[in-house]
């Protein structure tokens, strides 16, 4: 070993030390952190799809590649990320002897060549992402960027230093080719080799390169080991785990949504029946009330900013953005863990639990941001402001768009189920709503006895449920198919094409109350299991004897169809349920309903949250509209795409139980998505949700463009093509009675 190789060598194990000791002090304060968090036992089951949902979304890089040219410059810097960590490897090897390299595979040509092509690969990837960071950067001129409130240094520096150790990666093989000391031919390794031209032979050049790749690499090691909410470098080793561990891992590819998780008390479902918010947790008022999972995902987020850009709140000028939000309970996680971690918390009465001495070596900043309340103004010093919680409309695109599976919506409604269930905290207009779910069972507190008045004048019989035992369907109309005026048009349109297709089906008429939906996504998990066991035990009444494949329930509004389906399982209902669309499009394609009028003027279609992003049903809504509009095989037209649609449709804003909250901050969603619904030129926009029917709406009616574009449910477009002569209810745009 020369002097040189005695210095390099030196060096970069003192470095390495540093670095290490720092990283492994890192690692146990974040699992220290996490551990904070409440049980979550039910991550742990189902370990043989979790891990290969874990490799498939990492290894296919599912969710960045709908992102086109990011996904796959990212892919690159991932793989690249690894192979580099052999290469720092070798560099080891290399501070030691010029002519070092990896035991065993180091020197095969296969080596080479995959080293050479991925570290080319990664340079380029990493140079797009630095382009595109330095394009949308926040500072831009004009528009928002999905940067906004991002730590654009850290994303730099990682960025940097990856750049940096891809290039001395070639440096360093550059100066072996020009020592004659390179093993692998030019044919594998290229670039390398043309390096190598550029270079002088100089005999220690491997051994400097390779100290300051290592001291490039260390660099990186010990400023995210000193910032351990550093998301954008720690992703890296979090998000697998973060995947691993997702609410759904057998949900289809690419969505970490499903149904909302029960609320639960130390990892436990909590039943209301015996639950005492004195020794229970009743959602989350602290941080350290997250489960350890949320702790988790706050952790792993990249700042990347994906969800941000999907937002509608964020997108209509609200203080809202799930990225900031899950920032923000990351950064008091962090700042308020020593106090945690010393033995403070406050139990469920809001004393303290620590002795005044186990606090004592606390600094105040510690103590100042342990008294900060979760949910409150700026003038309350508030960790999340009230205007940000209750703006969102749980569209999920936020859930949708991120890489890491981060799981913004349970976050949000276990915050708010704390504020409604034991502070009677929320937008006051949403108050009624509330009362009238549990006096009246609907949320517009109409009376239970009009619930069949839509069944008035429609020219054949709707049997009730206990009349006819020989349904295939239970029909649930939901309380706006059967109370809305707009969403009754939608109900009878159905109704009336089941009765063409014969399809026999019945209803539960006055024994149908609300899902209990909108209570439970503003939070009031008591009035929703109120409503929600009273429905299971009058469904599994009306389907007793039968099998599970026979217990058939189709439902018009998608907040129903998402309740009964997916959430009522959790109380002992377990249904086939299916949306009004999808039985449409099979009844087209079966022949059992035939449209013969096209329809003219153009239509497009807008994707009810609750059915695409949340259920996954896109094509079904669209096969019927197909249908629709070429009339039998007499017109030849397209539906007219939106450019937000299916996974990034955009919200109509009444989702999360916004419907019955003002919205007073930005411009109006529906508004929103009601100009970008006639920039598409259509005159009929096709919805699939009696919530998005009446928001979409408003909107053109606010517009003054009742007269040229029409919001009109998909039942009812088909029902025009399969019987022109007889549609039921005709134009929905202008409300009528009953
Ligand atoms: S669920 Fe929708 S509204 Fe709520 S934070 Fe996510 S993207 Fe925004
Ligand atoms: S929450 Fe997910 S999508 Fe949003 S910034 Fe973080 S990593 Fe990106």
Redesign the pocket.
Known sequence: MGSVQIVTTVLAAAITAVAVWLAVRAVLKMVAVIRLGQPAPERFADKGTRAKTMLVETAGHTRMLRWGVVGAAHWFVMVGFIVLSLLVLEAYFEVVSPTGGLPLIGGLAVYGLVTEVIAVLGTVGIGVLIAIRVRNRPTRPGGRSRFTGSTMWQGYFVEAVVLAVLVMGFVIRGFKVATDHFEYPAWATPVSHAVGALLPAWPAGVSVAALIKIAISMTWLIVIALNVTM?VAW?RFLAFFNIFFKREPARPAGSGLGPLRPMTSNGKPLDFEEADPEKDQFGVAQVEQFTWKGLLDFS?????????SQCPAWNTGKPLS??LL?LSLRDHAYAKAPYLLAGGGKDLTGEEKATAAQLAHLDVLTLAEAEKPLIGDAEAGGVIDPDVLWSCTTCGA?VE????D?E?VDHIVDMRRYQVLIESSFPSEAGVMLRNLENKGNPWGAPQNTREDWTKGLGFEVPRVGEVDDFEYLFWVGCAGAFEDRAKKTTRAVATLLNEAGVSFAILGEGETCSGDPARRIGNEFVFQMLAQQNVETLNEAFEGREQAKRKIVATCPHCFNTLGNEYGQLGGEFEVVHHTQLLAHLVSTGRLTPVQPVDGGVTYHDPCYLGRHNRVFAAPREVLGSALNGGGRADADLIEMPRNSERSFCCGAGGARMWMEEKIGKRINVDRVEEAMSTGARTVAVGCPFCSTMLNDGVNGKGAGEQVEVVDVASVLLRSVRPDTAPGGKETAPTAG
Do not use: D
């Open positions: 998301g992703h792993t987020c990249t700042e990347c900013g994906r969800c941000q799930p990225k899950v936020c768009q991120c890489p890491v981060i913004h």
